[in-house]
Each structure stands twice: as structure tokens, then as C-alpha cells.
């Protein structure tokens, strides 16, 4: 009853940015800590940022100074911004909820864990 939807992906030249957006839909009460995960072709899925309730975030290696990750908890919403693209920078860009407490059908509090958007494209040509 609780939905993650990703946008904002799609074609860029090396060097330029894209702004990706994954709002959270349903009866939410409250989002435990949000991520940004990629997956390239032929490889594992893997963190690229994360940002708790509190607004505390971390970033991958790869991505630090390029990529600011943020959250507007009145939108249940988080972005990542990212600047610098890379080819390498190509991949699925998926959104991940730990946890999302929301009213179910019942009326009732109820927890929705490990929740996963459908992905985003982000093509980067070099």
C-alpha cells in the first residue's frame, strides 16, 4: 500500500548533471532512512548515497563530491543530485525505503520494510 517511484533519469553528455526524484506515495507517516542504489549492466547492485530521518547522509566513493543526496520529509520525497556525470556513471538508478510506517487499509499503523522503486534510466555518453 506504500509505493516508491523514481524519475528524473534519462540520456547525457559526460560532464553534465541530472536531478533524480523518488517520491513515496500512500498513507505515510513517517520514512526511516532513504538510498540511492545503481546497477550497471552485468554487475551487482550497489549504494551510491543514503540520508537518515535525521538528515545524515553517506556516499559512496565513487560518487563523493559529485552527488549530494536530499530529502523532503512534508514530500516523502529524497533527490540526488548528480554533477560531473561519467560514463561510468551509467547505470539503473534504483530509490530503497528501510522502513515506511503508514496507515494500511484498516486504519491501522503498519510497516512497510525494504521497499524498492522500479528504477531510473541514467545514460551518460562519453
Known amino acids: 500500500q506504500v509505493q516508491l517511484v523514481e524519475s528524473g533519469g534519462g540520456l547525457v553528455q559526460a560532464g553534465g548533471s541530472l536531478r533524480l526524484s523518488c517520491a513515496a506515495s500512500g498513507r505515510i507517516r513517517s520514512i526511516n532512512t532513504l538510498s540511492w542504489y545503481c546497477q550497471a549492466p552485468g554487475k551487482q547492485r550497489e549504494l551510491v548515497a543514503s540520508?537518515?530521518?535525521?538528515?545524515?547522509?553517506n556516499y559512496a566513493d565513487s560518487v563523493k563530491g559529485r552527488s549530494t543526496i536530499s530529502r523532503d520529509n512534508a514530500k516523502n520525497t529524497v533527490y540526488l543530485q548528480m554533477d560531473s556525470l561519467k560514463p561510468e556513471d551509467t547505470a539503473v538508478y534504483y530509490c530503497?525505503?528501510?522502513?515506511?510506517?503508514?496507515?494500511?487499509?484498516?486504519?491501522?499503523?503498519?510497516?512497510?520494510?525494504?521497499?524498492w522503486g522500479q528504477g531510473t534510466l541514467v545514460t551518460v555518453s562519453g
Open positions: 540520508i537518515t530521518s535525521g538528515g545524515r547522509s
Open positions: 530503497h525505503a528501510d522502513q515506511i510506517i503508514y496507515l494500511n487499509s484498516r486504519n491501522s499503523l503498519a510497516a512497510a520494510l525494504d521497499k
